[in-house]
């Protein structure tokens, strides 16, 4: 595929990354001529410095031939313009990322069509939705819909109590299975024979309605029904609006006066405190250690950490931080922070899909490099037709649920992909390739 990518902060540099490992022909725009060469430097792409939204450096990246445009600046205006007129000048698809407030709720996340831009993006309300489906859990540390909500993937650590025990003899809920998990920095597909050990990540799959019951396994939690929230900025308020709902009760910590009294003017379901988030005597005096989650989600990457750090040091349950520099996210997980999530990762998740064959219908990228993708099985694949046992899958692959129609399946052996499945599939980044083929017609039939 032809990409363009325009933007080279965090989200482009990773898009890069991984673009070129996969063989696309790439160009990347941006502004700033350091942020070019230093992608000169690292990646194998062409580029251009450049105002991504003016049609002269579109016509010179050769948009019209591109099969993909992403615009993923820092400056929503931006990303949008170059989209749009990207596409009027014949890239066959465009996504831009906008995830100031302004777009939070006219998106809500991700929107097709939006102006005639094909996908628009907003990261920051993801990233809160995504949070309020782990307060709802019990325990998670992570939490990823999948086939339009009907299954659930949920990221678990490891307890004693559930460790030393070859997974054939977990006792799960129907509908549910370890799909994988991390030890040591590296993701395993596990089979019957393999066993849990302290310390582990373990990836659940299953009903959404069966997890929970699988969680309880896993943790003594129980879902967050008093949540402390530290920014009340677009991933602060997209969480709360995810955990109001369901009746939990809301505090935001925000530090800008006027943001402040305009939360309160427009929630009065939820508590706002005028204040900084890493005020040691602030979390005293509203007793942090009664919350039953403390989701830092400010801008500022060092306030969220430490507000979440002194949060944990206070009592509080369970502690979230959102960290934009991705990299980073280890070592905050190291320092004790219970649940770490990235804008950046979200948007690349929802990014990368387009630049995937067409049969794949959403990507996601675990801890340990794994992938989770959701697939449709061709009429003339060699996986159709044939009971999973039989099935020679690629090391490091696992079928892990099966959408037809309405009908969810969570699959044993004798069970069998039918042509137009969509298939939930957990694999390594070197499986992919192979496993794509399995699902892929076969020419001339």
Known sequence: MYIVVIGLGEVGRYLLNVLQHEGHDVIAIDRDPA???YA???YDCASLVGYGASQEILDRAGVAKADLVVACSDHDEVNLIAALAAKQLGAKRVIARAQGNEWARWTEGIRYGLLGVDVVINPRVLVGQELGRVARSHGAVDVID???????LVQMHMTSRMANKPLAKLQLPPDTLVAAYVRDGELVVPGGADVLL?????YLIGRPEAILEAEDLFSTRREADRLLIIGGGVVGQALARQVLPQGGKVTIIEKDARIAEELAAEHPDITIVRGDGTDADLLDEIEVKSFDLCASVTQADEVNLMAALIAKRHGVARTAALVNRADYAPIYRQLGIDIVLSPRTVASDHILRFA???????????EGGAEVIEIVASSTAAIVGKPLRRLSLPKGALLAAIVRGEHVVVPRGDDEVKPGDRVIVMTTAEARPTLERLFRGRRGS
């Open 146 to 152: 999948l086939a339009q909500d009907r299954i659930e």
């Open 356 to 366: 995937r064959t067409t049969a794949i219908h959403s990507m996601h990228v675990l």
């Open 40 to 42: 000169e430097e690292h």
């Open 35 to 37: 942020a070019v060469t």
């Open 198 to 202: 302290p310390g582990d990540t373990v």
